[in-house]
T-cell receptor
């Protein structure tokens, strides 16, 4: 398996623009997680899905952030409008079942100028 | 005011020596723990996990110890190699399927 796939790997955009981050989880994994990592706050869970259904979005910073999982092999995290404070590395991770290993993708480094 | 980033504790270890990385977790109800390794520019990489009904688990060159009495987790790396240089995170699963991550420890391996 290729592991968790994320795209793009790097994104530079101007404040106010819409940003869409993409993730393909490992095949057969029922859980998908979106994280954000910054020097200030470390690794934070934004939202997670189980069988394509959003279960907990309490970590989503504000209404500018939204996430979808239209099918078992694809998820998006959208920021609209983007702000400089959204600059971070965004990771997607997947897990097969409860209490099992969670595997991370390589991340998308987002820079908002 | 000036923003201050997370200050990562650093463990410097001589190549070939054993490393011990410690982690204090917060929730006594946590039932599952994972150690991750993160190299610069990469995503966290799964190393080893342990469930709360165990107090020790061994992998290849790594051992995780769990002390539920004092809510302490440690990762031991045997015969540390230059490739072990990275930031190491512990994570606990306390509620549902949400992992809470620690702040991380930077390991520097000296040749």
């Amino acid at each position: 398996d290729a592991g968790v796939i994320q795209s793009p790997r790097h994104e530079v955009t101007e404040m106010g623009q819409e940003v869409t981050l993409r993730c393909k989880p490992i095949s057969g994994h029922d859980y998908l997680f979106w994280y954000r990592q910054t020097m200030m706050r470390g690794l934070e869970l934004l939202i997670y899905f189980n069988n394509n259904v959003p279960i907990d979005d309490s970590g989503m910073p504000e209404d500018r952030f939204s996430a979808k999982m239209p099918n078992a092999s694809f998820s998006t995290l959208k920021i609209q409008p983007s702000e400089p404070r959204d600059s971070a590395v965004y990771f997607c991770a997947s897990r097969q079942r409860e209490l099992s290993e969670q595997y991370f993708g390589p991340g998308t480094r987002l820079t908002v100028t | 005011g000036e923003s201050v980033g997370l200050h990562l504790p650093t463990l410097s270890v001589q190549e070939g020596d054993n490393s011990i990385i410690n982690c204090a977790y917060s929730n006594s109800a946590s039932d599952y723990f994972i150690w991750y390794k993160q190299e610069s520019g990469k995503g966290p990489q799964f190393i080893i996990d342990i469930r709360s009904n165990m107090d020790k688990r061994q992998g290849q060159r790594v051992t995780v110890l769990l002390n539920k009495t004092v809510k302490h987790l440690s990762l031991q790396i045997a015969a540390t190699q230059p490739g072990d240089s990275a930031v190491y995170f512990c994570a606990e699963n306390a509620a549902g399927n949400k992992l809470t991550f620690g702040g991380g420890t930077r390991v520097l391996v000296k040749p």
